[in-house]
């Protein structure tokens, strides 16, 4: 494989989870691939086999609908594959698990919650996942530069777009919002010589899977 002397990075979110497909709150539980989960990440596998897309080390959060994500591309195009809590979805707090309906029911979102509010009374505040994003993308380019694929959760990777990009969080979870649907992705370069991150392509893929259309 050809050596590159920046970070060609894919912050992918995982397929359609049990949790997705049923309405919970899922944060750190552990929900497996829904069957259309497993058919997203095999369609993905197939089509970056297919246009010849590879990497260095694919790198997944070891919740369920993550690693099993990551294990099936991993699978399909032959790549080493390794895991890191860091990359761990938002700890939702006493949200975790509950079905939406409930979830409003028992703990209700308060009309306005600050930056550092924690999330389900108990979760991760705004800033705490800004945080843990940065000191996630920070792992990242202490490696070597290369091709990386990072499998991770919608809402931490909002984050981790947030520190590539100079944006802040918003008290109201107002502000930038970027839309990973079940395996979107985006792609970022980083280009250490001039600290610069470039956002080179943002992917939505169909319910049915990635497709060739952007």
């Keep these: 494989m050809e050596s590159i002397d920046y970070y060609q990075i894919y912050f992918l979110r995982h397929g359609e989870s049990t949790g997705n497909a049923n309405g919970y709150h899922q944060g750190q539980s552990d929900f497996p691939l829904s069957d259309q989960g497993i058919q997203q990440a095999q369609r993905l596998g197939s089509l970056w086999k297919t246009q010849g897309i590879y990497f260095d080390t694919i790198i997944s959060s070891p919740l369920s609908r993550a690693r099993q994500t990551a294990e099936i591309i991993a699978q399909a195009l032959s790549m080493p594959l390794e895991f890191d809590p860091i990359w761990m979805e938002r700890d939702a707090g006493m949200l975790s698990g509950l079905h939406a309906d409930e979830a409003?029911?028992?703990?209700?979102?308060?009309?306005?919650?600050?930056?550092?509010?924690?999330?389900?009374?108990?979760?991760?505040?705004?800033?705490?996942?800004?945080?843990?994003?940065?000191?996630?993308?920070?792992?990242?380019?202490?490696?070597?530069?290369?091709?990386?694929?990072?499998?991770?959760?919608?809402?931490?990777?909002?984050?981790?777009?947030?520190?590539?990009?100079?944006?802040?969080?918003?008290?109201?979870f107002y502000g930038a919002q970027f839309l990973f649907t079940n395996t979107g992705y985006a792609l970022l370069h980083f280009y250490p010589q001039t600290h610069n991150w470039l956002l080179v392509e943002l992917s939505h893929p169909t319910k049915t899977g990635p497709t060739e259309e952007k």
């Design 104 to 172: 409003q029911k028992r703990y209700p979102r308060p009309q306005f919650m600050s930056v550092y509010d924690k999330v389900g009374m108990t979760g991760e505040s705004q800033w705490e996942l800004f945080l843990r994003a940065g000191k996630a993308v920070d792992t990242l380019i202490k490696r070597e530069p290369g091709r990386y694929l990072v499998v991770s959760h919608g809402g931490i990777l909002n984050m981790v777009l947030y520190v590539t990009l100079g944006i802040f969080p918003q008290p109201n």
